[in-house]
């Protein structure tokens, strides 16, 4: 059973910069699982933010990108705002038409 | 448009099926994969499978292969998926969402379909 962690929250002040993880319970995680990163409010269906590891979903401003640093992805959230503040889920290929969720990571601007 | 619209809530009893359906418009229907994803209450997303619309395959998640079933119509431009042998854990908001092949995410959801399972 793949699990796919993210940390269950993270803190930032305004004008900070937020980096969420998504890393495998076993192995590293590399371009070929295709990394996307959704951001989700309560009662709302999610938003892809970024997929492909680093393209940035139509409309999304380029403070949020994606990249692989170590054996996990990154995404990276830079001059947070308020409205940064959601549930940030990633989400990797396994093949063979296989998906499965990281844990998601609740992001609270303080 | 594109639009996925989804049939309204179900309440279930422990033990039986609940089908919930996706209607699609404003894009070729057998373009796309349609993929179902669920959130327990205060839980996290869970992928649970994909239906391809134009040559009727589908794919499961492993917690959930012998209890899911996939299917579409043609016709309707409509995916139903179906899930049996319902128990409290599988209450949840039932989400549908539209791949284009080769891209591997999901650019457009459903609105979602709450299911309480209770007896």
């Known amino acids: 059973q793949t699990v796919v962690t993210q940390e269950p929250s993270f803190s930032v002040s305004p004008g900070g910069t937020i980096t969420l993880t998504c890393g495998l319970s076993?192995?590293?995680?590399?371009?070929?699982?295709?990394p996307t990163w959704y951001r989700q409010t309560p009662g709302q269906a999610p938003r892809t933010l970024i997929y492909n590891t680093n393209i940035r979903s139509s409309g999304v401003p380029d403070r949020f990108s994606g990249s692989i640093f170590g054996n996990k992805a990154v995404l990276t959230i830079t001059g947070a705002q308020a409205d940064d503040e959601s549930d940030y889920y990633c989400v990797l290929y396994l093949g063979s038409a296989i998906y499965v969720f990281g844990t998601g990571t609740r992001v609270t601007v303080l | 448009q594109v639009q996925l619209v989804q049939s309204g809530a179900e309440v279930k009893k422990p033990g039986a099926s609940v089908t919930v359906s996706c209607k699609t418009s404003g894009y070729t229907f057998t373009d796309y994969y349609i993929h179902w994803v669920r959130q327990a209450p205060g839980e996290g997303l869970e992928w649970m499978g994909t239906?391809?619309?134009?040559?009727?395959?589908?794919s499961h998640g492993h917690k959930f292969r012998g209890r899911l079933t996939m299917t579409r119509d043609t016709s309707t431009n409509t995916v139903y998926m179906e899930l049996t042998s319902l128990t409290s854990e599988d209450t949840a908001v039932y989400f549908c969402a539209r791949e284009k092949p080769a891209t591997l995410y999901f650019d457009f959801w459903g609105q979602g379909t709450l299911v309480t399972v209770s007896s």
């Open positions: 076993s192995g590293s995680v590399s371009f070929t699982y295709s």
């Open positions: 239906i391809y619309p134009d040559v009727d395959t589908t």
